[in-house]
């Protein structure tokens, strides 16, 4: 996993620990960090599906991308 992808995971485990912890706080451009990995229009997510989905994306490109250089 590159830094960049790190970095994006690190922050959307923020996001959803912030639910949790009120010490943790997420400002909104961190948020819009967030939502800008994605195409299209995500007024209809809540942040912490979209920072899930995040983590999910970067943990399958991780695995694919093992796998490709694995074959």
Known sequence: MDGLAKARVRLA???????YDGTISVTDSEIEILKSYFEGDLAGMRIDDIAAAVIHREL????????????
């Open 13 to 19: 485990l923020r996001v959803l620990s912030s639910r």
């Open 60 to 71: 399958d490109e991780q695995r694919t991308g093992r796998v490709a250089k694995i074959a």
